[in-house]
């Protein structure tokens, strides 16, 4: 069943989990939610790691620039002490929290709340992005979605990088990664 069209009781939340690669379409799917979310007077915040400070510190912004406001926060724990008002609550960047994200997402779904959670599943090397498959693992829904190879046009699950930095991700630099389908994935 569609997760979107379940509806939220008081005595059970529950995970959602918008996984894939770069230019997969994460963020814009994580704001589609919520957006729905709103339009149906559901009480709504958004959450992203303090690290990610790309484009705003206010906002989750999608790269087609849907934006929608995010509180960010330093610590995975914080999420808890802010979040208790929410019937929805979504986490954005997922993959660059502490791994107490695992932990605060089944206590936010046990406090009857609805948790949408978008990230990178897997890290430029093509291994899997912690904490994202502990998070995958204990969700209700997973969806995964798919850019579209540069190369051949192929449904594209990894994360090409094209620069030689050393930082795991190489934050908002579009330009240094591009979407590629296994067969041209070069990690
Ligand atoms: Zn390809």
């Given at each position: 069943m569609e997760p979107h069209i379940l509806r939220r009781s008081a005595e059970s939340g529950w995970i959602e989990v918008v996984c894939g690669s770069m230019f997969s379409g994460k963020t814009e799917e994580l704001i589609r939610r919520l957006k729905r979310a709103r339009i149906a007077r559901q009480r709504v915040e958004i959450f992203k790691p303090g690290v990610d400070n790309r484009f705003s510190e206010e906002q989750v912004v999608s790269h087609d620039d849907r934006e929608i406001l995010s509180t960010p926060v330093?610590?995975?724990?914080q999420i808890l002490l802010l979040a208790s008002d929410a019937e929805v609550v979504g986490v954005d960047?997922?993959?660059?929290?502490?791994?107490d994200i695992v932990a605060v997402c089944e206590q936010l779904a046990r406090d009857g709340k609805r948790v949408i959670v978008a990230g990178l599943d897997q890290d430029f090397t093509g291994a899997p992005f912690e904490p994202m498959p502990q998070i995958m693992a204990v969700a209700e829904f997973v969806t995964k979605l798919h850019a579209i190879c540069m190369?051949?046009?192929?449904?594209?699950n990894h994360s090409q990088r094209l620069s030689q930095a050393d930082e795991l991700v190489v934050l908002?630099?579009?330009?240094?990664y591009e979407p590629r389908c296994r067969a041209h994935f070069k990690p």
């Open positions: 330093a610590t995975a724990a960047e997922a993959q660059f929290f502490d791994e190369v051949c046009g192929a449904p594209a908002g630099a579009m330009e240094a």
